[in-house]
């Protein structure tokens, strides 16, 4: 039983990859990636729901039928993401890629191009790396510092600038009572303007209209 | 001037180019023209003029009480005021944004204009927003003219029929000419001549050896560079020469050629290519500044290197290469003098052997002999100088204070390359005995003006001189600054402004030359007197020598082309059958589905909704030519709405690389999947650029490729489309909308305001609550909406307990947001400043 359960957990841990791709030229780039050749529906099985096909532009061009007929298998269906990773090998490949562009996007793939056959690797280990990582890489980072943080909430506000904001917070103290003041107290900082003034005061005061 | 009446005579034919020569008065031509048509009874639109520009044709046609002064159009009208600007008449500037939207709003009259002129019409290319106006234009206005001026006549040559594309852009079936070897404007310019003196000055020993080894090091560094990238001799060869390096523009050429290729140049490649800036640099301060800003500007280049370690180390190569110590050390000897072994610890200032510029005796005795010589009035003589730098100090020189300004140089040299060193400072302190601070000193002789003050006090400083300078018989003297007369107007303004009689040209240059001959045509009472400086057998000689012949040999490649034009009849696109305004994309592509489609005359008119923002790519106008209507509004998700489902989200590759570094992406993604069941990301590369994301990073720490491969895996939704050029994406954007529904500007507009908050009040300026919300730690996209609906308004939501927020949002989010509003600022130091709380609170008390 326990014997099972490592094999079951070392089985997911691995690329799988389709015995016709054994023969593929990116194979030899894999090298961080632990594979094993399966028995699955794709090229490659980057993760549980996740999937990548693999098409060079020179052998769809001589069969253009394939690709096609990849993605109509029933064993697709399963996939979330599916990624049609697409080898540039020919030059001036424009219509080629624009008939593949309108594929995809009938068939809810995901098209990714690669230059070379270490860099299509890259992508399917990439793939298979960051299966579960989450998106903090590519989200936009928050400021810690608390300064620069707050001077950032007040000068959305517009003709709000940073001098304005480090007064408000030198004046005020606290975001809270910066929020809660009123147009006069807001007016009391110097530097403020009625303009400027207003605008703070009907921000932080508008109500919060729902549609039924 | 004759020419000029014959300019305006010629525009009558019908819609034109005109070239002139450099120098030869664009801006005096665009203003006759522009007299023409100051009144009510037409609307002409202006195109590709800079603010200062609009600023002085205003001003000038105001002096000339003109019916209708023009007016400048920017984005501060409201759409409203335009509208009315409009249907008023007259001239108007206006820029090609603002005019793109009215005309595809149909907020614009566009057959109420009467016609359209292009400022510097070199700019225009078929892929620019102006050509796009241009056609919009024809195609709903048979009647109007279109005439475009440039005074760069070097820029129709580059490529090949270039002057013929811009004129198809333009729909002008004439193109005139106008060189200065043109017979009128020769007769005009050569009735009155101006008398020139031209003065070869020769270079010191040591500036000749400086020049040679300068030379010799771009030439090197150019193999070098042919060698690394191999690629780059496919390109224009003539473009990579010595002699192209003296070119002004060629730093920019050279980055324009690579830039197709720039992703896969090299590390050691791209430093080549800033040696060459450093080198080119150099030389021109070689012969532009004195002895001491040259040697220190070299002995910064020598730092940066030696602080670099080895891994670095590709940077100024040409340092060790072997014309570099012969440069080195004739740069130190101009300091030094000849003595080979002083060190540093040894040199006083006075035994300091500065060498001087050999200009700049020669300028002093000219302007000593000018000031001699009689003139009727007072006028002032006017040295015009390539740049501050020089001038600032050629006016210490010319008050005999030259060797002071030189020590005071010296001194700030050796105090920012050893700031540490107390000692030497300290030396130094002591030997500049009489030193006087510039405020003190005494002024001597001429007064000198520099070209801020003339500009800024103009009139009242004219008349305060003007009585006492009869007194002195020595006329004051004007340093022009050329780098702050960058518009064609500007150096005609000012020669009218001061009326000078003698001019001395400090550094050779071609437009300068040609403005004179025409202030003397214009001004024939006055008897001229130029002085040409220019170092012998010199790089600058040589400059402008190939200036010369570069504008000669664009003009005669001119007129040869355009004895061998072919115009078609239908050229200005007043029939309406013209070829150029056709919108049927069926280019030479064979179409996959036409048979599915049917015929295009069956289908209803199609459309696209196009952010205002998109306006500055050249997308929008490439599917406008596809037939397909664009309609622009501003749109809080997406880029462009194809159909009710399908929305696309364009980026180019430098964007996409900073956008989804910065996080940027990953909000629009969100925002298009929420509200579209087609979000479609398009990434689209220049001309020539590849749209490998893995060699397209500068930075070799920035994994893209890796970041795009987490993008698609949280939002498996997202479609990427790949577009190796914009006509590329035009045409893709046109597939895909095939046989899809039309979209819906409201619903387009709806989204990602659903909650009505963003725009809802005009007078926040687009700062909406929710943007506020957002930007609060702790809130996040995915939990803002809970905090709306519990919230009322945003006091509220700072009135709430630590607990309540809490359960709205979580324990880990709710504490970061509580402990955000409730954080007693004054506590908390700035970062970055070192200030102290307590001298915050002592702030505050005060």
């Known amino acids: 039983m326990a014997k099972l359960s490592t094999e079951v957990s070392t089985r997911s841990s691995r690329l799988l990859i389709h015995p016709c791709q054994r023969k593929n030229p990116l194979i030899p780039h894999i090298r961080d990636t632990p594979w094993e050749v399966s028995d699955v529906c794709p090229d490659f099985e980057v993760g549980e729901r996740s999937c990548v096909l693999f098409l060079s532009v020179r052998y769809h061009s001589l069969h253009p039928e394939y690709i096609h007929e990849r993605i109509g298998q029933e064993g697709m269906q399963k996939y979330n993401l599916k990624v049609l990773l697409v080898l540039i090998d020919m030059t001036n490949v424009k219509d080629i890629l624009m008939e593949l562009t309108q594929t995809v996007m009938r068939s809810d793939l995901t098209l ?8 299509a690797a890259k992508y399917i280990e990439t793939y298979k790396r960051y299966e579960h990582k989450p998106p903090g890489l590519i989200m936009e980072k928050a400021e810690t510092d608390f300064h620069k943080r707050a001077g950032e909430c007040l000068t959305s506000v517009k003709s709000v600038n940073s001098t304005d904001s480090q007064t408000l917070l030198r004046h005020f103290g606290k975001m809270e009572r910066v929020m809660k003041a009123s147009k006069t107290e807001l007016l009391a900082c110097p530097g403020l303007g009625p303009t400027k003034a207003t605008r703070l005061h009907t921000l932080f005061n508008k109500r919060i209209t729902r549609k039924a | 001037m004759d020419y000029e009446r014959q300019i305006v005579l010629d525009t009558l034919e019908g819609s034109s180019l005109i070239i002139l020569a450099r120098g030869l008065g664009v801006h005096r031509c665009m203003l006759s023209l522009l007299k023409l048509h100051c009144e009510p009874s037409g609307l002409v639109l202006v195109l590709n003029t800079y603010p200062t520009e609009e600023y002085y044709f205003i001003e000038m046609l105001q002096r000339d009480y003109v019916t209708m002064v023009p007016r400048s159009v920017t984005g501060e009208f409201l759409a409203k005021d335009r509208q009315a600007l409009y249907l008023k008449g007259g001239v108007l500037f206006i820029s090609s944004q603002i005019l793109v939207m009215d005309i595809l709003r149909k907020c614009c009259p566009t057959d109420k204009i009467s016609g359209i002129m292009v400022y510097h019409a070199d700019k225009i290319t078929e892929q620019t927003i102006e050509a796009f106006i241009l056609r919009l234009y024809r195609e709903r206005n048979k009647t109007g003219f279109i005439h475009g001026l440039s005074d760069c006549s070097d820029s129709f040559v580059g490529e090949l029929y270039q002057v013929d594309h811009v004129m198809k852009c333009l729909f002008a079936r004439h193109l005139h000419l106008w060189p200065r070897f043109h017979a009128t404007v020769k007769d005009i310019l050569d009735r009155v001549k101006p008398d020139v003196r031209e003065i070869h000055v020769r270079l010191s020993v040591h500036m000749e050896q400086i020049q040679f080894s300068l030379v010799d090091l771009i030439k090197l560094t150019l193999e070098q560079l042919e060698k690394k990238v191999p690629s780059i001799s496919s390109f224009d060869k003539t473009q990579l020469t010595v002699e192209s390096c003296l070119l002004l523009n060629f730093a920019q050429s050279i980055r324009l050629q690579l830039d197709s290729v720039w992703t896969q140049v090299g590390q050691k490649a791209k430093s080549l290519i800033e040696d060459l800036t450093t080198l080119r640099r150099l030389l021109f301060s070689l012969l532009q500044h004195d002895c001491v800003t040259f040697w220190s500007l070299l002995k910064q280049i020598k730092s940066e290197v030696d602080s670099t370690t080895i891994h670095q180390s590709c940077r100024h190569e040409w340092l060790f290469m072997e014309p570099a110590d012969t440069l080195i050390s004739a740069a130190r000897d101009r300091v030094y003098g000849g003595e080979p072994h002083f060190s540093k610890d040894t040199v006083t200032l006075s035994e300091l052997e500065l060498e001087n510029n050999p200009k700049w005796s020669v300028l002093a005795d000219i302007i000593s002999v000018a000031s001699g010589e009689q003139h009727p009035e ?28 030189l020590l005071d140089l010296y001194h700030d040299m050796v105090n920012t390359i050893n700031q540490t060193d107390e000692h030497i400072n300290r030396r130094f302190y002591n030997s500049r005995k009489h030193y006087v601070p510039p405020e003190k000193r005494p002024k001597l002789s001429h007064p000198v003006k520099t070209l801020e003050q003339c500009f800024s006090k103009s009139a009242a400083t004219e008349d305060n001189d003007s009585p006492s300078s009869p007194g002195i018989s020595t006329p004051c003297v004007k340093l022009v600054t050329q780098h702050n007369l960058l518009y064609p107007h500007q150096a005609a303004q000012l020669l009218e402004q001061t009326r000078p009689h003698t001019v001395v040209l400090y550094h050779p240059d071609l437009s300068w030359v040609r403005q004179l001959e025409c202030y003397q045509a214009i001004h024939p009472d006055i008897q001229l007197t130029v002085h040409f400086m220019m170092y012998k057998d010199s790089i600058e000689e040589q400059r402008f020598l190939s200036s010369l012949r570069r504008e000669k040999e664009a003009f005669e490649c001119l007129v040869k082309q355009k004895s061998l034009m072919v115009i078609p009849e239908d050229r200005e696109g007043k029939d309406p059958s013209c070829t150029y ?11 996959m589905f036409t048979h599915l489609c049917g015929g295009r005359k069956d289908e209803t008119e199609r459309r696209i909704i196009v952010d205002v923002r998109e306006f500055k790519s050249i997308l929008p106008a490439l599917i406008h030519k596809r037939g397909i209507n664009i309609e622009p509004v501003t749109l809080e998700v997406g880029d462009y709405i194809l159909s009710p489902d399908m929305c696309v989200e364009r980026k180019a590759v430098a964007d996409l690389i900073q956008s989804l570094n910065s996080g940027r992406l990953y909000n629009q993604c969100t925002a298009m999947c929420r509200y579209y069941s087609k979000p479609i990301l398009l990434i689209e590369a220049k001309e020539g650029e590849y749209l490998c994301l893995d060699k397209n990073i500068q930075g070799t720490s920035q994994d893209i490729a890796g970041k795009l491969v987490l993008l698609t895996l949280h939002f498996p939704k997202l479609r990427i489309a790949w577009c190796e050029n914009p006509l590329m994406a035009a ?6 909308k095939k046989q899809k529904p ?97 001298s915050l609170h002592t702030d505050v008390r005060n």
């Open chain 2, 742 to 838: 039309e979209p819906s500007t409201e619903t387009a507009l709806g989204m990602g305001c659903d909650l009505d908050l963003f725009t809802g009040d005009k007078y926040l300026g687009g700062a909406g609550v929710e943007d506020f919300l957002l930007k609060l730690p702790g809130v996040k996209f995915r939990n803002y909406r809970s905090i709306l609906r519990e919230i009322e308004s945003l006091s509220h939501l700072a009135s709430l307990s630590q607990h309540k927020i809490i359960s709205i949002i979580g324990e880990e989010d709710g504490t970061a947001l509580w402990t955000f509003l409730h954080k007693d600022a004054r506590f908390v130091s700035v970062e970055g400043k070192g200030q102290s709380t307590l």
């Open chain 1, 112 to 119: 990714v191009l690669s230059y070379g056959n270490s860099e």
């Open chain 2, 731 to 736: 045409e893709l954007i046109d597939k895909l």
């Open chain 2, 581 to 591: 305004l056709s919108r049927d994309p069926s280019g030479p592509i064979p179409e």
């Open chain 2, 378 to 405: 007072s006028a002032p003589i006017l040295v015009v100088v390539d740049d501050t730098q020089t001038a600032n100090y050629l006016e210490y020189y010319l008050e005999g204070e030259g060797r002071e300004r």
